[in-house]
């Protein structure tokens, strides 16, 4: 299930080159802004990894670092109640189990599924939050949240926090949490907007009197944010996420220097406008490449993301894939903007 970590010779030198956008040219022809040949004079051997790094059906993928030092990650249940996995190294992942039971899981949609959850800590607690929906139930559509003391569960469901029919904001799914400057925030929405709302101090509920802010357009869905350097990366994915080889789905960013926006494109065009920067697209091996998960930070001080695509030769659901994130000029690069077959393992602490 698992890909082990493999041993490559670098004995001579290490080729890599960075493929994105032109950061000067508002046009944003594709063209080579920076090669780096590294010499790997110090090292005998790299240790790589191959993609799928899990190669089961694990959408949209959500990862945090657990008390104890371990990974955990949780995705969209294609296994029944959504499956938890662990891992110590970002590559090796050991099924620990699922998040609810058939006795425990969420029911506030009538045969809906458990989709896109979101994991975090709040107050010494491990929370997450979920949506739950039908193929098509846009209006039924809602966002629960769940609770543990452990990144392994049992969790404790909390029930719905609220269903788009509710605060009238079709196909409320794709939860993410955040807190800033002292404030608890929950972002959310598919291909409807892209809304953010203030949460109360224990982060379960909605503020009284809080409404919902729209940050981005009807093209998206699958939002993540990550601070860095005092400005605000809103991740999203765009496209058709599960038509097998035929998904459209690709990673895109906009950038901010306030959380609610506005999120703009290096020309600065606003995501308000479905105007965004291109992250992570198909090429011939994997399709549909989106939702992607935090950002993973490594003991090198190297940024990892997760996220889901199908794979050509295998198009059997949506594997979970991994690749590095490169800070360009303050924007996120991903090598050649696709997935990588083979790439350098994350460096974690001996």
Known sequence: MNKKIKEVDFSTSFFFTIFADNLQQIDMKKHVILAMACM????????????PVIDRSLPDPTVIKGADGAFY????????????????????????????????????????GIWAPDINR?????VLFYSMSTWGGEWEAGIGRAVSD?????????????????????????????????????FFGSFHGIFGVELTED??????????????????????????????????????????????????????TSLFGPYVDLAGKSMLENRHELMITGNDQFKGTGHNSEIVTDAAG??????????VKDPK???????????????????????SAEYQAPQMNK
């Open 40 to 51: 790997m004079s110090a090292f005998a051997t790299a240790q790589t990894y191959q993609n």
């Open 73 to 112: 990650l949780y995705s969209t249940e294609d296994i029944r109640n959504v499956p938890i996995y662990k891992s110590n190294d970002l590559i090796h992942w050991d099924l620990q189990g699922t998040a609810f039971t058939n006795e425990t899981r969420p029911n506030f949609v009538e045969k809906g």
């Open 122 to 126: 709040i107050g010494g607690k491990y």
């Open 150 to 186: 452990n990144p392994t569960g049992p969790f404790e469901d909390k029930g719905k926090l609220f269903r788009s029919s509710e605060i009238g904001i079709q196909n409320c799914i794709d939860p993410f949490y955040i807190e800033d400057n002292g404030s608890k925030y929950l």
């Open 203 to 256: 982060g379960l509920d909605l503020k009284p009197g809080a409404k919902p802010v729209q940050v981005a357009g009807t093209a998206y869905e699958g939002t993540y944010i990550h601070k860095r350097d005092g400005c605000y990366y809103l991740f999203a994915s765009t496209g058709s996420c599960c038509e097998g080889v035929n998904s459209t789905y690709a990673t895109v960013v906009g950038r901010s």
């Open 302 to 311: 190297q940024d990892w993301l997760f996220y889901h695509a199908v794979s």
């Open 317 to 339: 659901g949506r594997k979970l894939l991994m690749d590095q994130v490169h800070w360009v000029d303050g924007w996120p690069v991903v090598l050649g903007n696709q997935p």
